[in-house]
């Protein structure tokens, strides 16, 4: 009796190492992921992902937007146009909408999000979306 308690027993810690090691390692693989994407403060304080306004997708560190300013440089206010990211610009990847976040409405291949760059003399730039082709049309 005393030695199949034992068998068991061990049977159990081996087990729970086993799972343990598992969990360690998804843990692990998880936070590697997450250490390779964009992050930033939002204005309560917390920090979140970088994402593409036009897809939601997680920007990794490497990756940038596809956007264009247009002149002149020297005001606080200028006109912006954001085509996207590498995940939904110039070929959007398998499962991913490209959705305006003023109307909701799919903003198609060669549309792209209208907005608003307001240069600050401190700290960083601030970009307003104002709408996408689809839904800016009817406001001019």
Known sequence: ??????????LVIIFALMLF???KKTLQQSNQKNDNLRTQKNEHGA?????CPLCSTPLAKNEDMFSRIYRPMTTHDQRMTVHGCPHCYPRPEPGVKRMCPVCGKE????GE???RLF???EGKKHVMI???????KGRR
């Open 113 to 115: 999000l209208i907005a």
């Open 119 to 121: 240069n600050r003399t």
């Open 1 to 10: 009796m005393d030695y199949f308690f034992l068998f068991a027993s061990s």
């Open 21 to 23: 090691g598992k969990y």
């Open 107 to 110: 903003v198609p291949l060669e």
């Open 130 to 136: 104002t709408g996408c082709t689809v839904c800016y």
């Open 47 to 51: 920090v979140e992902f970088v994402r």
